[in-house]
């Protein structure tokens, strides 16, 4: 049954109407082994992710970087580290219930061969839906029963706070509520970290504040290589990019997010370090380069 299943994902995953679960994106870092896996697409409507930009100079850039017209679908790249007989996971999708184009994860994981009981750590950048929600199966209970659940302690204490529902915008609020539930179910198995910790072995906890108020990046580290796990630090390839200090619709603290992204896409061009984007196109590993008085960037593994 499972080995058909499978065969049929491969089949379909071959044509071009659906997304690929599993991308050809494999990289090694020293004994570090990498891949993203994907989730899906989300589905945004362009008034709410570019709110309040001119949306002609949004469309010339959109238009540049070759993003069809209409909603934005930005792919969802849920980031597989296997290494010294760990199974990682950062992030951990979107789950049944947020959006249909979303929640994959389990099919990706079983096209790779791995069975939910096998990832040992699930990693968090933050806890909006598309990273959190997945935690949990069509059942409400944990997809993964036996992983370590590591999150940033300000993340933590911002989204387990129940008060927070009620003091979030308010078209915020469902996230609040959603995220609260399920930290609720997982509580016993997370395990809080602050920035500037090696949570893992060769992993690096970095503050990329703003997003959310306790966003975390994780730098990968093998010997001399390195590459960052931006999360939603850098949400999309092309505004973000072109026009970094822009705000985005997405972020809640817009301006903390601009300064963190700028500081980030500086960083990434100037180490030419291999970034891996949740929302970045192709997999979402690709490098950051100069362009203008802005940055593009470049998908594909080189390392
Ligand atoms: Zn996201």
């Given at each position: 049954?499972t080995?058909?299943?499978?065969a049929?994902i491969?089949?379909?995953t071959?044509?071009?109407l659906?997304p690929r679960?599993?991308?050809?994106?494999?990289?090694?870092?020293g004994?570090m082994?990498v891949?993203?896996?994907?989730?899906?697409?989300?589905?945004?409507?362009?008034?709410?992710?570019?709110?309040g930009l001119e949306?002609?100079?949004?469309?010339d850039?959109?238009?540049?970087?070759g993003?069809a017209?209409g909603?934005?679908l930005?792919p969802?790249?849920?980031?597989?580290?296997?290494h010294?007989g760990?199974v990682v996971?950062f992030?951990?999708?979107?789950?049944?219930?947020?959006?249909?184009s979303?929640?994959?994860?389990?099919l990706?994981?079983?096209?790779v061969g791995?069975?939910?009981?096998?990832v040992?750590h699930?990693?968090f950048?933050?806890?909006?839906?598309?990273?959190l929600?997945g935690?949990?199966?069509d059942?409400?209970d944990p997809l993964?029963p036996?992983?370590e659940y590591?999150?940033?302690?300000?993340?933590w204490?911002?989204?387990?706070?129940?008060?927070t529902?009620?003091?979030?915008a308010?078209?915020?609020?469902?996230m609040?509520v959603?995220?609260?539930r399920?930290?609720e179910?997982?509580?016993d198995?997370?395990?809080?970290?602050r920035a500037?910790d090696?949570?893992?072995?060769g992993?690096?906890?970095?503050?990329?504040?703003?997003?959310?108020?306790?966003h975390?990046?994780f730098e990968?580290?093998s010997g001399?290589?390195?590459l960052?796990i931006?999360?939603?630090?850098?949400g999309?390839?092309?505004v973000?990019?072109?026009?970094?200090?822009?705000?985005i619709?997405?972020?809640?603290?817009?301006e903390?997010?601009?300064q963190t992204?700028l500081?980030l896409l500086?960083?990434?061009?100037l180490d030419?370090?291999?970034?891996?984007g949740?929302h970045?196109?192709?997999g979402?590993i690709?490098?950051?380069?100069r362009?203008?008085s802005?940055?593009?960037?470049v998908a594909?593994?080189d390392?």
């Open positions: 049954m080995v058909n299943r499978r049929v491969a089949g379909l071959a044509g071009l659906l679960f599993a991308f050809a994106a494999d990289l090694s870092l004994d082994r891949e993203t896996l994907s989730d899906g697409h989300l589905t945004l409507p362009r008034s709410m992710l570019f709110a949306p002609e100079a949004v469309d850039i959109l238009q540049a970087c993003v017209k909603a934005i930005p969802i790249n849920v980031t597989l580290l296997r010294e760990r996971l992030d951990a999708g979107s789950g049944p219930s947020f959006q249909a979303a929640g994959q994860l389990a990706a994981l079983e096209v791995i069975s939910p009981e096998e040992t699930v990693v950048t933050h806890c909006h839906p598309d990273h929600w935690v949990l199966d059942f409400d993964f036996n992983a590591l999150l940033g302690q300000g993340e204490d911002y989204w387990f706070d129940p008060n529902a009620s003091t979030i308010g078209e915020r609020a469902s609040a959603g995220a609260h399920r930290l179910v997982i509580e198995r997370v395990t809080r970290f500037g090696e949570i893992l072995p992993v690096l906890a970095h503050a990329s504040f703003g997003h959310t108020p306790g975390m990046s990968l580290r001399t290589e390195s960052l931006g999360g939603d630090a850098i999309n390839h092309h973000s990019f072109a026009e970094p200090s822009w705000p619709g997405t972020d809640q603290d817009a903390a997010a601009a992204r500081r500086d960083m990434l061009a030419q370090m291999q970034l891996i949740y970045l196109p192709k979402g690709g490098r950051v380069e362009q203008g802005g940055f593009r960037f594909g593994v390392i």
